[in-house]
């Protein structure tokens, strides 16, 4: 295998950087959809500015002796290294970091980030990910020093404003849950599956049972196989009924004394609300197993309709999800459980309390939070029941992401119970309306819906029939939705669907957009119609056209040659 | 309608009319069983203009004692670094904070970019030869490196030095449940792990061998005899978890026979947030690559040629492989080693030894002179690079703590609340480059006095502690 | 890529292997309808020799970009051999299934096995 391969042929000296100042901003992608109906470039147009650009890297750039970072004097009483760190210890040759200044790197950055599509930029209708507006409010109060740089090992009688932060969180969560006990810590979705699985194996070891079972849905999203087997259980696959919803029958055949517990999506990733979902809660509970919830849709039912009620044990939520922290093109997330009274003894260290204190002398009653990482300290110890108590201990350092939960607070605040409920209930109706506007502009002849006649915050179509009938691939459609400056759907998820495309189009996208998105899907099949190639080449006016991701994968080059 | 959410009354009106349903309550009875509808409205106060949020939020972290507040010598895991300015800027891009996961590489080239160039600095920093895009911050890598691990050669012994930091070991105590292994803690001596114990431990059921570089107490491990011994007659993998910022001097990963690096990325230009976001770095030899756990960014070129970026050896991960992926990582934290990787190219190739150098010299002042104040002793005498252990024997150290903290600074971290009944009476002292001869000479001063005045008994400091700690 | 094709003189499992006998020795590789259904192989995941395979059991993994599938052995034994070609070159599985992308090599321990699999007629059939 290669990895470090230098494929632009050219040293350092001579990289081509480009003229800036050329480029306009428009012209770097095409515009946010509905806002620009400038004409599409056909397959054979010349392509815009940037993408004449070779894209170099850092390290392809600045010369020996630049830098950005001048270090401070030592400002003490200078000892040689060797005599306080032998030589045997130390680094010999350093790092070949990059040698640039920094107007370099601001503008190798800057130019490089106009390189991406984003939300504030455009239509994102990205199924199962919540592609909701993140409001800049978050980013401020996230960026005030007493959040930022507060450190995770402060003295907690100087964290009171943190830990107040988490704790109403918490309240704020296990509300919309409707469960009882919330654990903030886990980092992301996949890893609040992690902390679930392990807890309902928890749960059932301090019973004496050995449960190896995990019943998943095969509409399920992929970490909660994966995640079963980090947690050592065993995936046993539960059928989708003709509904979308889970087969009742199968469920039934399958759960016996021996399943641990399942992990449900409701709404499931088709969009769809299973109306048997307290039957399937009685038939899991019948036997014994724990109910698991995957949060990801939880932007479907704030305050409609909550896990707890509807006999769930377990959730998870995806902050970066419904409560508006920034994908950050990949991260970070943060992945909160909420637990029932008979999970609660085992969740992860450290807990949040909130101690009253005896009010001084007729001053008012005050209170103050206490972050307890060890189970003895808790009221009754590790026999007292209370939340942690029988922990399975830690998963990961610290106490989570806070800068996240600063800012998820902060909508929440922001929002109210109102707030939050008009939020799903928002979402659930442009959902439906561009459904409605699919089938008025014909789409769906090509593009049937996959199950049922309704959804909730996001559907599911099939580009099957589009593939037998036009000639394209769902694949080829998502990449001339890029020409028309929207991100396209999730494409091929859920696997049960043939071509599936995966639309979520949340509440805070304009109704004028929901529309321009349905017109473009109706165009590209018109289009399709009349000459399949279009699609076939497409993408055309993106900074780079369609990779050849087998070679990528057949010899990986997955860091930069350095001289 | 909330200042968030776009639809109008008479934009409602027009939808439901297009989907053909009377009321948004009609469209979700339609498929909500109504047993399961909520009868009341969530308990959660009334939503809050935006001028509010902010105040209360400032409110909150008002309440806060921060690194801008006191001068702080607190670090075990997270330091206080300067954060230079560009990171805020092109972190608060919307081009880098808003998309999603790069699914679609024709429009997300400055992601997956971003993603080559931070994997490369990263096998620069470790010089090993593959890493990932990052996975979710230091302890919790060090969980994925064990499951990589076991993943390699199917051993469930995870053997793991004393000198790793206590929430890594509880971190890998939790997981090990679900990989099926067991957990043996080795032993310290005189500071940093006991060769002799560690050899002992590591055995031909061992699947990974850990270390940490510098170790919890701030002492420099001779990695290479680590390695030399988890190799001989074992087929433990060799993870080290790493201080990046001490790679500016200290011998690397790649150099010392270690098998797979990982660590705690906050110190690579992210801020401490209590404790998170930041991100895990993980990189390792070139045979556990189709192993590795996360994203992982390739160069390839586009059908006319151009050179371009997309995520590669997808096969690996949950969305492909499922109950048989190498992890269930989905989201990891691209944001955060953005800052990492524009911070490392910002200090630089001569920058980042020359940091290192500061630190290690100013710790070393620090150092001498704490442990020249009277009631005060080195923990350990092993070199140090930016962080060091004390005792101050017969000394209520919380109660120092709190005394110092009513003067400014804070002088690091107690012992006890990591190590109760084995380090009551340490004191752990972390250095960066914010931290100045006069502070240090201030620290210095102040826990003389503090010590002085626990002599002397004075009652208003004890007082105050009571609540403390 | 090729056409779709199935050799007379090969040996067909029903989830698309096909083995070619010579003596104790068996050449084992996947069909045209597998490689077909896969699309472009970036990597085979190849036993170790000295492995032991089981007749229905799977033996190895072969990748495209997005899809991971098992390949199940059509007989019982030894690996004997691993074709080196495909570490470099796993387009060979898609480009000539039958010849250059062949994957192992099995010493038999059941010669007999070879009596349960289906010859061409019966498999072509069985793909309608």
Request: aromatic share 6%; net charge negative.
């Amino acid at each position: 295998m290669s990895t470090t391969e230098n494929t632009t042929g050219r040293g350092t000296k001579d990289v081509h950087i480009g003229d800036d100042s050329a480029i306009a901003r428009e012209a770097v992608l095409p515009a946010a959809g509905g806002s620009d109906p400038r004409p599409l470039a056909a397959p054979t147009t010349s392509v815009n500015p940037i993408q004449r650009d070779h894209a170099t890297t850092i390290f392809e750039k600045g010369v020996e002796g630049r830098r950005a970072f001048v270090a401070p004097a030592t400002g003490v009483p200078e000892v040689a290294l060797d005599e306080i760190l032998p030589a045997k210890l130390r680094r010999t040759t350093p790092a070949r970091l990059p040698q640039v200044t920094e107007p370099e790197l601001v503008r190798h950055y800057v130019r490089l980030s106009r390189r991406n599509f984003d939300l504030d930029t455009g239509f994102y209708p990205l199924g199962s990910c919540t592609m909701k507006y993140n409001p800049r409010l978050h980013e401020r109060v996230g960026a005030l020093p007493g959040h930022s740089r507060l450190h995770p090992f402060q003295t907690q009688d100087h964290a009171q404003g943190a830990l107040e932060v988490m704790y109403g969180l918490e309240r704020q969560l296990a509300e919309v849950s409707g469960l009882p006990h919330v654990c903030l810590q886990p980092s992301a979705g996949s890893h609040g599956e992690l902390a679930g699985v392990l807890l309902a194996r928890a749960y059932h070891e301090a019973r004496g049972e050995n449960r190896r079972k995990v019943l998943t849905p095969d509409t399920a999203h992929g970490t909660n196989p994966a995640t079963v087997t980090m947690a050592g259980l065993e995936v046993v696959k539960v059928a989708t009924n003709p509904d979308g919803g889970v087969d009742i029958d199968d469920l039934r055949a399958k759960a016996d004394d021996d399943v641990a517990l399942i992990m449900l999506t409701n709404p499931n990733t088709l969009g769809i609300f299973d109306p048997n979902i307290e039957e399937i809660a009685s038939i899991v509970h019948g036997v014994g197993g724990v109910l698991y919830y995957d949060g990801a849709n939880l932007n479907a039912i704030m305050g409609i309709t909550r896990p707890g009620d509807m006999g769930f044990d377990i959730v998870h939520f995806n902050l970066h999800k419904s409560f508006t922290q920034p994908h950050g093109g990949g991260g970070p997330g943060s992945g909160p459980i909420a637990v029932s009274d008979r999970i609660a003894p085992y969740v992860p260290v450290p807990v949040i309390r909130r101690e009253e204190l005896a009010p001084a002398n007729g001053a008012a009653a005050e209170h103050r939070f206490e972050l307890i990482s060890d189970p003895a300290d808790l009221p009754g110890g590790v026999d007292g029941g209370e939340p942690g108590s029988r922990s399975i201990g830690k998963l990961r350092g610290f106490q989570g992401n806070y800068g996240v939960f600063v800012r998820c607070y902060a909508y929440i605040l922001s929002l109210g119970g109102s707030g939050l409920k008009d939020a799903s209930e928002v979402a659930v109706l442009n959902a439906n309306y561009l459904l409605a506007k699919l089938e008025e502009l014909g789409v769906r002849e090509h593009l049937p819906l996959a199950f049922g006649t309704r959804c909730m915050h996001e559907f599911v179509i099939s580009g099957g029939p589009m593939k037998r009938d036009l000639g394209i691939k769902t694949l080829d459609l998502a990449k001339r939705l890029l020409d028309h400056g929207f991100h396209p759907p999730t494409v091929y998820f859920p696997l049960l669907v043939e071509e599936a495309l995966l639309i979520e189009p949340v509440e805070t996208e304009a109704r004028e957009t929901l529309d321009a998105f349905a017109e473009a899907l109706a165009e590209i099949l018109r289009e399709a119609a009349e000459d399949p190639t279009i699609a076939q080449n497409a993408p055309y006016s993106t900074p780079v056209r369609r990779l050849d991701e087998a070679g990528a994968a057949k010899k990986p080059r997955i860091r930069q040659a350095i001289a | 309608m909330t200042r968030y959410t776009t639809a109008t009354d008479a934009d409602r009106e027009a939808m439901l009319a297009a989907v053909g349903v009377a009321s948004i309550d009609e469209l979700l009875a339609e498929q909500i069983p109504q047993a399961l509808l909520l009868d009341r409205p969530l308990d959660i106060p009334e939503g809050l203009s935006e001028q509010e949020v902010n105040a209360e939020l400032g409110r909150l972290a008002a309440k806060n004692t921060s690194a801008e507040d006191e001068v702080t010598f607190l670090g075990a895991g997270m330091y206080d670094h300067y954060v230079p300015s560009i990171i805020d800027m092109l972190l608060g891009r919307s081009e880098f904070l808003t998309p999603y996961t790069p699914y679609q590489p024709e429009v997300s080239q400055g992601g997956l970019q971003v993603m080559f160039e931070y994997q490369t600095a990263i096998s620069e920093l470790t010089a090993l030869p593959v890493s990932n895009a990052s996975v979710y911050e230091g302890p919790s890598a060090v969980a994925a490196a064990a499951y990589l691990a076991k993943l390699v050669n199917s051993k469930t012994g995870i053997v793991v030095s004393a000198g790793v930091h206590p929430h890594t070991i509880q971190t890998l105590e939790t997981l090990a449940v679900g990989y099926g292994s067991t957990v043996t803690v080795v032993p310290l001596k005189d500071g940093v792990t006991d060769l002799d114990a560690w050899s002992a431990a590591v055995d031909g059921d061992t699947s990974a061998a850990i270390l940490q570089q510098p170790n919890f107490l701030g002492a420099v491990e001779d990695v290479q005899a680590l390695s030399d011994a988890a190799k001989d007659d074992s087929p433990a993998v060799v993870i080290g978890a790493y201080d990046p910022i001490t790679l500016g001097v200290l011998a690397p990963p790649g150099e010392t026979d270690v098998d797979v690096a990982v660590g705690e990325g906050q110190t690579l230009g992210n801020r401490l947030d209590f404790g998170g976001p930041s991100f895990g770095f993980f990189a390792a030899r070139e045979a556990f690559l189709r192993r590795m756990p996360g994203r992982i960014a390739g160069e390839t070129v586009d059908v006319d040629g151009r050179r371009g970026f997309v995520l590669t050896l997808q096969t690996r991960e949950q969305h492909i492989r499922r109950e048989k992926a190498t992890s269930n990582i989905c989201t990891s934290q691209a944001l955060n080693a953005l800052a990492g990787v524009v911070y490392l190219g910002w200090l630089g190739r001569e920058g980042l030894p020359e940091l290192a150098n500061l630190l290690v010299q100013r710790t070393h002042y620090a150092r001498t002179t704490l442990a020249a104040v009277d009631g005060v002793e080195l923990l350990h005498d092993q070199p140090v690079v930016r962080e060091f252990a004390l005792r101050l024997p017969g000394v209520d150290v919380p109660q120092l703590v709190a005394y110092v903290q009513d003067h400014g600074v804070n002088p690091g971290l107690a012992l006890s609340r990591t190590h109760a009944g084995v380090h009551d009476d340490g004191l752990l002292v972390a250095l960066t480059e914010q931290r100045t001869k006069e502070q240090i000479d201030e620290l210095a001063r102040l826990v003389g006095e503090a010590i002085q005045s626990q002599r002397s008994g004075t009652t208003d400091a004890a007082a105050r502690t009571e609540v403390s700690a | 890529m090729a056409d779709a094709s199935y050799p007379e003189d090969l040996k067909y499992h029903p989830e698309h292997d096909w083995a070619r006998i010579d003596g104790d020795v068996a050449t084992f590789g996947i069909t045209w309808f597998a490689q077909d259904a896969l699309g472009e192989v970036v990597f085979f995941d190849a036993p170790e020799v000295g492995a032991t395979v089981t007749k229905d059991e799977s033996y190895a993994e072969v990748e495209s970009v997005k899809a991971v599938s098992d390949v199940i052995a059509p007989l019982s034994g030894e690996v004997v051999e691993v074709n080196p070609a495909l570490e470099d070159s796993p387009e060979s599985i898609n480009e000539s299934s039958y010849e250059d992308g062949w994957m192992v090599k099995v010493r038999l321990s059941d010669p007999s096995q070879v009596d349960q699999l289906l010859d061409q007629a019966a498999y072509v059939a069985s793909l309608d």
